[in-house]
């Protein structure tokens, strides 16, 4: 198991661990839903893993669920999973409650007339090598996006107009 440091940029969650174990994943589309010891895969079967992942957050199966299409790598589903218990539980620390979060190590190929919006959340990865960027990508269903704009502004910072 490698055990690195993230920073989730603009969330003001400071550096968070995360583990990212072996993990083997199916070559067909699925989630990973965030248990304990280890999180659970859940095929997805012939529908989209974005929708199945937002499916079973809303029915409370976990407070977080990563999509993780065909194909996609174990290591950035495991980032995903990572990114997305940082931000509950900030979230949950806030105020605003156990609120499902729905994460996404690829870019997921949904667009906002299925009714979401993808929130990329740039994360820099302290690793041995060296730091490595990448983007774990949220998915908020549109009538949820608004609420949470609050919650996502870095602390103390305020939209300015260029």
Known sequence: MTVVTVDVEGSGLGS???VLGPVALPRKAGVLLDAEP??????AGVYPAHA???????AGRSVVAVACPALV???RS?????VGRALADRRAADGAGPAPVVVCGVR???AWH???VILPHPVTIHAPGGPQYRVV????????????AAVLRPAGVWPVAA
């Not at 199945?52 to 809303?58: E, F, K, Y």
């Not at 495991?78 to 990572?82: D, R, T, V």
């Not at 990508?137 to 949470?148: G, K, S, T, V």
């Open 38 to 43: 280890w999180p659970d895969w859940v095929p």
């Open 52 to 58: 199945v992942a937002g499916r079973l957050a809303r």
């Open 114 to 116: 299925v009714g979401v």
């Open 16 to 18: 968070v661990r995360v």
């Open 78 to 82: 495991m980032l995903a999973l990572g």
């Open 137 to 148: 990508w949220e998915i908020l269903d549109c009538d949820r996006a608004p609420d949470w």
């Open 73 to 75: 790598s174990p290591a």
């Open 108 to 110: 997921p190929h949904c």
